[in-house]
């Protein structure tokens, strides 16, 4: 039973440090520390680049949902429910739409915009999909994580092999927890990686 608990906070743990809305606050600090030349700005630079996309692609709307559920437009934070899941989305996607916006006005790099359109993209996909059947934001988070590396590796040519294994590992580890804590049932889970993988893969190479 005490070994039950503490698997279940472990996997809590896990399912919170890598939330969908991480994924492209990840996705950027890999770029940045890859053989890119825009890996070798000044670390201040890249602290700062990182910095403004945790706020706009992160807290920002994480902080938007517990509102959404303090206002009664939500019943709970945990997307059980076909509005508790799709609401939250539109507003992440509008949000994102706002990020890519400001992050345009203050000439953000190409391939740094591109990262946060692709990930759009992927965002209305799963969000449609939603609307009709549960699958794992989480897992199609990884597989879009997944996307943005191989991108990095296929069209760049940048060694990210280091980010590639410690990215499948957890990925492997976060679809287990989702299974564990029986959020999503198995083909929910792997659809998500292949939607996120495939989506984000295709977006960056026609964007």
């Known amino acids: 039973m005490k070994e039950n608990k503490y698997l279940n906070i472990l996997a809590l743990i896990n399912n919170y440090l890598f939330h969908p809305l991480t994924i492209i606050t990840y996705t950027v600090i890999i770029f940045l520390n890859s053989e890119h030349y825009i890996g070798f ?24 949902i517990p509102v959404l559920y303090f206002f009664g437009l939500i019943s709970s934070t945990k997307g059980q429910n076909k509005n508790d899941r799709l609401l939250p989305v539109f507003i992440i996607i509008i949000m994102y739409f706002f990020a890519w916006y400001f992050m345009k006005r203050v000439s953000m790099p190409i391939i740094l915009l591109n990262l946060v359109l692709s990930g759009t993209i992927c965002l209305i996909i799963a969000g449609i999909i939603s609307s009709f059947w549960k699958i794992s934001f989480n897992t199609t988070g990884f597989g879009a994580l997944l996307g943005f590396i191989t991108y990095f590796s296929l069209s760049l040519n940048l060694n990210v092999l280091k980010f590639l294994f410690f990215t499948v590992f957890f990925a492997g580890l976060t679809g287990s927890s989702i299974l564990y804590l029986n959020k999503n049932n198995p083909a929910q889970v792997y659809f998500g990686y292949i939607l996120g993988f495939a989506t984000v893969l295709t977006s960056m190479y026609i964007l």
């Open 41 to 64: 700005m000044n670390a201040n630079v890249k602290f700062s680049i990182s910095l403004i996309f945790a706020i706009t692609t992160l807290i920002l709307p994480a902080l938007f």
